[in-house]
């Protein structure tokens, strides 16, 4: 038994120290990467072109990643991830150094970095709730948030806000060495990670929602299903869609998820030309929203004791959509570090409560599917964002001055998210978060 424990403290610190890793160089990456854009082009939808690489393959391989987590080891999964980012980003920083860099060549790189974090992303969330007591997924998720909050938005935004000064090469050359480190402490990982069937769904079982034995056989009858892809993406599919409040909450996640990306994309123009802020004053504004961030994390377990799910989901949504409205109304900087603070902590208690349910009530050996339906729906969606976020300021400047076209879409947002909170609360007002028997929600 204390060994037992020993080897799940040990994998628990191994993959968090590799998740946080991985996402400090993401940090200086994300930091560089728009200061690299704006030195080459000043077109915003010209630059999201590689925004949208980094987010297309969510929207392209998000399903058929699931697949592949249910099918094979987890801990193979991240390794391939791993060495796979790590690979781009030695490539990513010889062009930088080299100064063949180009807009196609980075949206190239972007592409396959993007597609890297789609498997390391998806997996370490299944990987999780393997390793944590389901008492515990909460406190385990707001760890591994506020881990990543911490590497990537403090210490690797901030960080690379002052690096880029030094040489716009050297956030992309540290990035490449944690992702070396990181691989070696994936490989230290205790143990294959397969994936294993939850004792409900056994219990449960997965025909059109009826109750039936799950027994050897059956067993073995599935594991000859799982040869057919598509059935086995459909699986996913159809258990987040026969379920009311999943398949409101995945709705959701795609509207959340669009008009997010349509400000992420052109907010470096924002801070630079409405706010005037150089490099270094940036990453100190998405530090500050990322202390927003941490609290959130840390303060998710506590209100989930007071509150539904539901209901920490909606107030997310509207206090997003205030907050963010306030931001498209103001230059003042440190109005936006306020706004951007608040927003945040919503944020994360938005995602954290999204995770925890999925994680709580989806069978482990659907986890994969399951998840990677709302990362294809949210994620993959960003792709779509990023660009209809580059191509509305663009429009905009037909008819409305620089300044105004870059606080519209933050409008536009606080708008939709508004109307979204609204439909969703009436639309589930009288849906119970425990629907049916296969899929019981928090």
């Given amino acids: 038994m204390k060994n037992e424990a020993h ?11 590799a998740f946080s890793l991985t996402f400090l160089g993401d940090g200086l990456t994300l930091a560089a990467v728009p200061w690299l854009v704006s030195t080459l082009t000043t077109d915003t939808l010209y630059a999201s072109i590689t925004m949208t690489a980094l987010r297309l393959p969510w929207l392209i391989f998000s399903l058929p990643v699931g697949v592949l987590i249910d099918r094979y080891s987890r801990k193979h999964m991240l390794v391939g ?17 080299g100064g063949w860099i180009s807009i196609p ?22 990987i999780i709730p393997q390793i944590v007591e389901e008492k515990k997924l909460e406190k385990a998720n707001g760890q591994f948030t506020a ?10 935004v901030a960080l690379g806000g002052f690096i880029i000064a030094m040489h716009i090469v050297y956030p992309f050359a540290i990035d490449t060495v944690t992702a070396v480190l990181s691989l070696l402490l994936i490989i230290g990982l205790r143990g294959s990670f397969q994936p294993t069937i939850t004792k409900a769904a056994q219990a449960q079982g997965t025909s059109e929602g009826a109750s039936r034995q799950t027994t050897q056989e059956e067993n073995k009858q599935q594991a000859r299903a799982m040869k057919n892809w598509k059935r086995e993406m459909w699986l996913g599919i159809r258990y987040v869609f026969q379920d009311q409040f999943l398949r409101g909450l995945a709705i959701l996640s795609v509207t ?4 997010f990306s349509m400000i992420l994309v052109t907010q470096i123009f924002f801070v630079r030309e409405v706010l005037q802020l150089e490099a270094y004053a940036f990453g100190i504004l998405i530090s500050i929203a990322t202390l927003g961030s941490i609290l959130g994390s840390q303060a998710v377990a506590s209100m989930r004791k007071r509150w539904s799910s539901k209901q920490l989901i909606l107030l997310s949504i ?25 927003a945040a902590f919503f944020i994360v208690v938005y995602n954290v409560t999204r995770s925890s349910i999925l994680q709580r ?19 993959g969606i960003s792709a779509i964002g990023t660009m209809l976020g580059g191509l509305l300021v663009r429009v905009s400047e037909n ?8 606080q519209l879409p933050y409008l536009l947002l606080s708008a939709v998210y508004i109307v979204a909170c609204f439909l969703f609360a009436s639309k589930m007002r009288n849906v119970p978060e425990q629907q049916q028997q296969h899929s019981s929600i928090l």
């Fill in 147 to 156: 881990g990543q909050l911490i590497t990537s938005d403090i210490l690797g």
């Fill in 105 to 126: 060549l980075l949206a190239l790189f972007m592409f396959g970095i993007g597609l890297s974090r789609v498997v390391f992303d998806s997996t370490v969330q299944t």
């Fill in 361 to 379: 009530s989806v069978p482990n050996e659907l986890l994969g599917r399951v998840g990677s339906v709302f990362r294809f729906l949210s994620f």
């Fill in 399 to 406: 008819f409305f001055d620089r300044l105004f076209s870059l």
């Fill in 256 to 259: 959340i998820t669009l008009m």
């Fill in 318 to 342: 509207l206090a997003m959509g205030l907050l963010y409205g306030s931001v498209g109304l103001t230059s003042n900087a440190y109005a936006v570090g306020g706004l951007y603070f608040c």
């Fill in 7 to 17: 080897a799940v403290k040990h994998n628990y610190s191994k993959l968090f120290g």
């Fill in 81 to 97: 991830a791993s060495f796979t980012r790590m690979l781009f980003l030695f490539l990513l920083t010889i062009c930088i150094w």
